[in-house]
């Protein structure tokens, strides 16, 4: 069972930026951020698979980049941020190829979660 380790959040305020760090206990083919706001559904923010595919939701394209490192670790640079932002944000991993998804049912592995606070 693989498990990612979410570090990084903090609060800031508008326009700030925060760099968001995800581990994983074992190989991962691709790793993807989630987030969830209080009363708002889980949504995908970023994925990067092993060969370096990436994919953004809209609302962050421009703003935030994915990256990685090896295949245990990815980070979430957020730049430009906004209230909205705010949301416990989740790393999520799987250990083939996911197509890039930004959907929650191809990652079997999940963090606990990393607390983003953007006030305005």
């Known amino acids: 069972q693989i498990q990612p380790v979410e570090s990084g959040g903090d609060s800031v305020q508008a326009g700030g930026s925060l760099k968001l760090s995800c581990t994983a206990s074992?190989?991962?083919?691709?790793m993807a951020w989630f987030r969830q706001a209080p009363g708002k559904e889980r949504e995908g923010v970023a994925v990067?698979?092993?060969?370096?595919?990436t994919n953004y939701a809209p609302s962050v394209k421009g703003r935030f980049t994915i990256s990685r490192l090896n295949a245990v670790s990815s980070f979430l640079q957020m730049n430009s941020l906004k209230p909205e932002d705010t949301a416990m944000y989740y790393c999520?991993?799987?250990?083939?190829?996911?197509?890039?998804?930004?959907?929650?049912?191809?990652?079997?592995?999940w963090g606990q979660g990393t607390q983003v606070t953007v006030s305005s």
């Open positions: 074992g190989d991962t083919w691709t």
């Open positions: 999520a991993a799987s250990q083939s190829s996911t197509g890039a998804s930004l959907a929650a049912p191809p990652y079997h592995h």
């Open positions: 990067i698979d092993a060969i370096g595919r």
